[in-house]
């Protein structure tokens, strides 16, 4: 027998017999591209020359008619798993080619001049090829991959991880279940302990290419004497994109985000351009929230009652970036420590100059009545419109109008690209209230600037400036007017900046964020927040770091509050951190110092310790939930714990899981291993692995981001082959994805199989398993290295474009690791019914389509 392909794998096996690895094995007989290839066999090392099937590998990249599922590649760039049909072309009755069917087409997202030109054969069913000069098509079935290599200028604008509206993915139908909770147990010594639980989440459905949610949220606290409990749906709404235009329809309780207009709670519907629909360059801005926590703490952001995010954080300072893109207005943050004590602030969210791709429109559309989230409706119904308009490379003009019966604005404004100086525009707001018993009329004007300063390793991420006249109300202003009635002054400017630097050379980085609201009636509201680090070397200790973080925040109702953290940190082991900091809060001071490390890739923690008090603060990423633990104590004053669990639950057609969660209600991914568990998978982040069923969901999936979903092959179990280990689609906002990742599960073993009359199968004749999977290619003697081998499991031996016998594994397989080599009859009568057709096997049913 031939040695060397006992020491290989099948598809390494298949691999070396392919005819464009093998030419010193054969000779051609003609350079015709469908021409059958001789081999000579006489260089083979075989007993037995007689008995020998290699026409599968006979003809140059054939592949047998009929139906494979195979993910299809364009331009390297992968598709979906789709179902393709391999049949002879009309010139060529022995040959086969791949029929790409107008369905298919639809995904490769080709302009519409390209499209004018195409021609069909097999009554319009399949593309001539020939249609598009340059195109070339080829199968490889060791990969189950179809490649496709297209000239680009037949293909739509795309950009390495964008694809055109062809090519997104609505996903399957399913429900889910987000949550987001938090325990806390503060014991004071002069008081009786605290219990508090809050938490948030979604429950939703998709349905096609609409998504149904639920948010909710509650909190229940309890301090010894009194019990106070609120549990509240706060949203209903159904959604969904409208990838013709771009834009995102939504119907029933929502917030208005506009980029001209403040924000307020309303019910109704909106029809909007999604800038995340747009490629990543021309996305919107994202705001942040910054500030510091002296003791392990929870932070809460919301808007109008509505909690956006809630998490803990380790003592020190805090920045929260992972906020969606589309809030916009003023934040409101409260931080609780765990002494009890709880500190709040506004932050002020601004947008970035609105300009617009050249010849493009963008819009917002709402109409509605506003609502509040515990007073229900709250005016009269109102509608709004507004649009930025690409006039040329470096001009955008975009205003809009909103109004009701008694409130209406009309806003106008110009935007300018100042290409190597950075971004500007420049807008004015008018606005008109009819209040009871007066008329107020006055006009608002804005200014905001955003550059990256590459050359200077620096950054605006925004800075504006905004001032409005007394008499100039926003709708929310004039709604709390006319139902809550008092003073009808509103504000009067609002500065705000971000800004980055690097100073590379000196390890130095710089971070400075500021802002100041002022008002006609009631007193400043000012924010700042400056942090400075250097990183450096002292002698053979590395990344050495220094730290400065200041922040003053002065509230209307509440006391000035500033603070100061200072902190020296360096590495400590293999990677954990010893750092010292001296800080001072609310007049106080305090200095500490903290040791972390992870204990593996997904646990790390911090412990803390200072002259009066000790702390700790453990994070593990789960394959079901996100879980956070805290716990401090300090002399003479409390004790506390605190408890954080993140995850959700996702049901479809094709099965369920637990997992954790990165976005609440968001897009995710559902992997399936066929059955197979314990198979770890990845997005972006931190792998998970596959439920007992095979199951296993990816939620740190971005919404129309080309997303890779793999198998993390490193830590493979070892009865685990991956024949198909990469995955990539683009999903729409919200989508529950759905993808198979072929994986072969059970024992390797060589074997010999002989067929009822004592001989045996020919070499080269292909072994498969149940869901036709290549499991093996017979040597010589009928000598086999299989994979996959289950108890009791049946597989197919394949010569001559035929199905010939089936062998089954033994139901008690040997107790030493199948060392041994396996004795295997390989039965005829039953080969043509032992397995299904492959155009039913490994193919999900109409999952991999795209629901438009």
């Not at 996903?171 to 279940?177: E, Q, R, T």
């Not at 106008?412 to 209040?435: E, H, I, M, P, Y």
């Not at 000012?526 to 680090?533: I, M």
């Amino acid at each position: 027998m031939n040695g060397l392909s006992t020491l290989l794998s099948p598809s390494a096996v298949k691999a070396l017999l392919r005819p464009g690895f093998v030419g010193g094995l054969m000779s051609i007989g003609s350079a015709a591209f469908a021409a059958e290839i001789q081999f000579n066999t006489d260089i083979l090392d075989l007993n037995d020359r007689t008995n020998i099937d290699l026409s599968q590998f006979s003809r140059s990249g054939f592949i047998l008619p009929g139906v494979y599922p195979m993910n299809v590649q364009i331009n390297a760039q992968s598709l979906s798993e789709q179902r393709v049909v391999f049949m002879p072309p009309d010139d060529d009755p022995k040959g086969s080619e791949a029929c790409l069917t107008p369905e298919l087409l639809e995904q490769f997202g080709l302009t519409k001049e390209s499209l004018a030109q195409l021609t069909w054969w097999k009554t319009a069913e399949c593309l001539d090829v020939r249609s598009l000069p340059g195109l070339e098509v080829s199968g490889d079935l060791s990969t189950s991959t179809l490649r496709i290599s297209l000239p680009q200028a037949y293909l739509q604008y795309t950009t390495p991880n964008w694809d055109p509206p062809s090519r997104w993915d609505e996903g399957v139908p399913g429900v889910l279940f987000d949550y987001n909770l938090t325990a806390q147990s503060i014991h004071q010594e002069d008081s009786e302990a605290r219990l508090g639980f809050s938490g948030t989440g979604t429950v939703g459905a998709n349905a096609g290419p609409w998504r149904f949610r639920a948010d909710w949220q509650g909190r229940v606290d309890d301090d010894g004497t009194q019990r106070t409990q609120n549990l509240e749906w706060s949203r209903f709404y159904a959604y969904r994109a409208v990838p013709a235009l771009q834009a995102r329809l939504t119907l029933g309780e929502n917030y208005l985000y506009s980029d001209v207009f403040d924000s307020f709670r309303y019910i109704g519907a909106s029809l909007n351009s999604d800038d995340n629909q747009l490629p990543p360059n021309l996305r919107g801005y994202a705001p942040e929230v910054v500030g510091m926590a002296k003791t392990n703490a929870k932070v809460i952001i919301s808007q109008q009652g509505r909690v956006l995010y809630e998490t803990l954080v380790a003592a020190g300072p805090f920045r929260i970036q992972d906020l969606n893109d589309a809030v916009t207005g003023t934040l409101d943050v409260r931080v609780e420590e765990q002494d009890g004590s709880v500190h709040s602030f506004k932050v002020d969210s601004a947008s970035i100059p609105y300009l617009t791709r050249p010849g493009t429109v963008r819009y917002k559309l709402a109409t509605g009545r506003p609502s509040a989230l515990h007073a229900g409706e709250q005016g009269d119904v109102f509608g709004t419109g507004e649009f930025s308009w690409g006039i040329s490379n470096g001009w955008s003009l975009y205003g809009g109008a909103l109004g009701d019966n008694n409130y209406k604005a009309l806003s106008l404004g110009l935007g300018r690209d100042l290409l190597a100086f950075g971004a500007v525009s420049l807008d004015a707001t008018r606005a008109k209230t009819q209040l009871q018993d007066e008329t107020l009329s006055g006009a608002s004007y804005r200014l905001s600037y955003s550059k990256t300063f590459a050359e200077f390793d620096s950054q605006v991420t925004f800075a504006g400036y905004r001032f409005s006249e007394k008499n100039f109300l926003s709708m929310s202003e004039y709604l709390n007017a006319r139902n809550y009635g008092g003073p009808v002054g509103g504000s009067k400017s609002l500065y705000t900046a971000t800004f980055n630097k690097q100073f590379r050379e000196s390890g130095v980085s710089v971070f400075l964020n500021y802002s100041n609201q002022s008002y006609w009636d009631r007193a400043d509201q000012k924010r700042w927040n400056l942090s400075v680090a250097r990183y450096f070397n002292v002698g053979p200790v590395k990344n050495v770091s220094v730290s400065l973080n200041m922040f003053r925040t002065q509230e209307r109702d509440q006391p000035s509050s500033d603070g100061l953290y200072l902190s020296l940190s360096m590495p400590l082991g293999r990677s954990g951190s010893l750092s010292t900091s001296a800080s001072r809060s609310q007049n106080k001071n305090n200095y500490s110092a903290r040791f972390s490390d992870r204990l593996n890739e997904r646990t790390h923690y911090q412990l803390t310790g200072s002259n009066t008090s000790v702390g700790g603060y453990l994070s593990h990423i789960g394959d079901r939930a996100d879980i956070d633990i805290s716990a401090g104590l300090e002399e003479d004053n409390y004790t506390s714990l605190s408890l954080s669990a993140r995850g959700g639950a996702t049901v479809t057609a094709h099965g369920a899981a637990l997992h954790r969660s990165s976005s609440i209600g968001g897009t995710r991914l559902m992997v399936d291993t066929l059955g197979v568990p314990d198979v770890p998978v990845r997005g972006y982040g931190t792998p998970t692995r596959t439920n007992t069923f095979g199951k296993a969901v990816i939620a740190d999936i971005s919404s129309y981001y080309r997303t890779d979903a793999s198998v993390d092959l490193e830590n493979l179990p070892t009865n685990v082959e991956a024949t198909q280990s990469v995955t990539q689609l683009t999903l729409t906002e919200g989508a529950i994805g759905y993808r198979t990742l072929d994986v072969i599960a059970g024992e390797k073993a060589m074997a010999v199989l002989r067929l009822p009359d004592g001989k045996t199968p020919p070499f080269g004749a292909i072994v498969k398993n149940s869901r036709q999977q290549d499991t093996g290619i017979v040597n010589d003697g009928g000598i086999v290295y299989l994979s996959g081998i289950q108890p009791a499991d049946q597989m197919i031996v394949s010569w001559g474009e035929d199905e010939q016998c089936t062998l089954t594994l033994p139901a008690d397989l040997p107790t030493d690791g199948l060392s041994s080599m396996l004795n295997l009859l390989c039965q005829t009568s039953t080969a043509k019914n032992a397995l299904p057709e492959p155009t039913t096997v490994g193919t999900p049913d109409k999952t991999e389509k795209k629901n438009s």
